[in-house]
């Protein structure tokens, strides 16, 4: 059984066992996290589609660590002006793994 989840403004493929990266959430790690806007339930050849959410649908998952994504850089050079400028940004991300998806 497989489902889509929303979080952190994206959308993610999800089955049992499987591990994530999403954008960071605020609990604490080792603690149960439930992601109630399921977009799409599948099992098998039969795919319940929500609109916008599949009712009673829920997926469990357990909040392994936070962390820092690699840094991402942007440059900007302006020619003839003798101006660039050098910018990093590292994303808070936390890596997840799906318990299981329930089907209210």
Not at 12 to 38: M, N, Q, T, W
Not at 71 to 77: G, H
Request: without cysteine; proline residues 2%.
């Amino acid at each position: 059984m497989y489902a889509i989840i929303e979080t952190g403004g994206k959308q993610y493929k999800v089955a049992k066992d499987s591990v994530i990266e999403i954008e960071r959430l605020a609990p604490k790690a080792k603690s149960e996290i439930v992601f109630g806007d399921v977009l799409l339930v599948g099992k098998g050849d039969t795919v319940m589609v929500g609109g916008p959410l599949v009712k009673g649908a829920k997926v469990t998952a357990e909040l392994l660590r936070d962390f820092k994504s690699e840094k991402t850089i942007s440059f900007k050079f302006r020619r003839r002006k003798n101006s660039k400028s050098r910018k990093g940004h590292r994303q808070l991300l936390s890596r997840v793994k799906i318990k299981e998806v329930v089907l209210g």
